[in-house]
């Protein structure tokens, strides 16, 4: 049974490769859903073909799990990214998925929500799938993207559709003059949600 797959032309291993069990062993499991290959990120790398960044842009991928969207930027747009979450658990996952798809990241240990305005104007794109999941998330998220685009930064982030992640869309698209749009990458990937697509100012 393969232990790899192809997506976009990054190879993405499963739990059942060796490397994966033994980042398992060495650094335990992680506790804040970074445990797998979220279709959010699907999603991300699918839009990024039809509406993509500049090459050598600044980005910052929070809530990052494996951080496949942004190694998947820095591969298609020799991006600079540094790919952050709460969960320090998962970082080595998404070093190590940096390493076989031979680009660079910088990790970062940090929750979104303690991104300033300041912090965030080192960066041209903001992007993250599946950060919005809880009620309490909404106005975090809003916040975030808001502070994100006063400093210049376009803000990408797709989910399903949950409801916390709708309430939070709708206000970007009311306030903050952004799109969102229902998005689907047919088979083999089979991945289906939301894009927020946030404009810097």
Not at 31 to 39: D, M, P
Not at 65 to 71: D, E, F, R
Request: neutral net charge; aromatic residues 10%.
């Amino acid at each position: 049974m393969a232990t790899s797959r192809q997506i976009f032309d990054l190879t993405i291993l499963n739990h059942r490769h060796r490397d994966m069990r033994a980042l398992r062993r060495t650094h335990g499991l992680p506790s804040h859903h970074g445990n797998k290959l979220w279709r959010s990120s699907v999603l991300l790398m699918d839009y990024l073909q039809e509406f993509p960044i500049s090459q050598g842009a600044r980005v910052l991928e929070v809530g990052c799990g494996w951080g496949l969207a942004g190694i998947y930027s820095a591969k298609v747009f020799d991006a600079q990214v540094t790919c952050s979450d709460l969960d320090a658990s998962v970082l080595p996952f998404a070093d190590h998925h940096a390493f076989i798809n031979q680009v660079t990241i910088t990790t970062l240990q940090k929750g979104y929500q303690k991104f300033t305005g300041a912090d965030l104007a080192h960066f041209d794109v903001l992007m993250g799938g599946d950060i919005c999941f809880w009620d309490e998330q909404a106005s975090l998220v809003y916040n975030l993207v808001r502070r994100a685009q006063k400093n210049g930064v376009r803000t990408i982030i797709a989910d399903p559709g949950r409801t916390p992640y709708a309430e939070m869309a709708l206000r970007a698209c009311d306030k903050l003059g952004a799109m969102c749009d229902p998005w689907f990458v047919p088979h083999p990937h089979n991945a289906r949600g939301y894009i927020l697509d946030v404009p810097a100012v």
